[in-house]
């Protein structure tokens, strides 16, 4: 069993920065790759981010290209999603989840643990 804790959501200023944080704990952290979901209201989650733990290949949604930038550090077991520019479309539940597959998938049904997310919001 792998849990995931997201933190560092909060309100911003469009324009803003906004660093969201995912702490992987258990006995052991056997998922191949972590992404971050969003989930806005009435709309469907969506994937905004993903970066495979061996080799720290990172995939991102259109929407969030050169605004967005994933990480991580596997001392610490976090994920990060640095968040610049942000805009209003950017409001929502942000959720880490992590996979046991090797490729990055952008279908939430595709992960194995999930965060309990953690709320952005961003003004206009």
């Known amino acids: 069993q792998v849990q995931l804790v997201e933190s560092g959501g909060g309100l911003v200023q469009a324009g803003g920065s906004l660093r969201l944080s995912c702490t992987a704990s258990?006995?052991?952290?056997?998922?191949?790759?972590t992404g971050w979901f969003r989930q806005a209201p009435g709309k469907e989650r969506e994937f905004v981010a993903g970066?495979?733990?061996?080799?720290?290949?990172?995939r991102y949604a259109d929407s969030v290209k050169g605004r967005f930038t994933i990480s991580r550090d596997n001392a610490k077991n976090t994920v990060y999603l640095q968040m610049n520019g942000v805009k209003p479309e950017d409001t929502g539940v942000y959720y880490c989840?992590?996979?046991?597959?090797?490729?990055?998938?952008?279908?939430?049904?595709?992960?194995?643990?999930w965060g309990q997310g953690t709320q952005v919001t961003v003004s206009s």
């Open positions: 989840a992590a996979s046991r597959s090797f490729a990055i998938n952008t279908y939430a049904n595709t992960y194995d643990y």
């Open positions: 970066i495979r733990r061996t080799d720290f290949t990172t």
């Open positions: 258990g006995r052991t952290f056997s998922s191949y790759l």
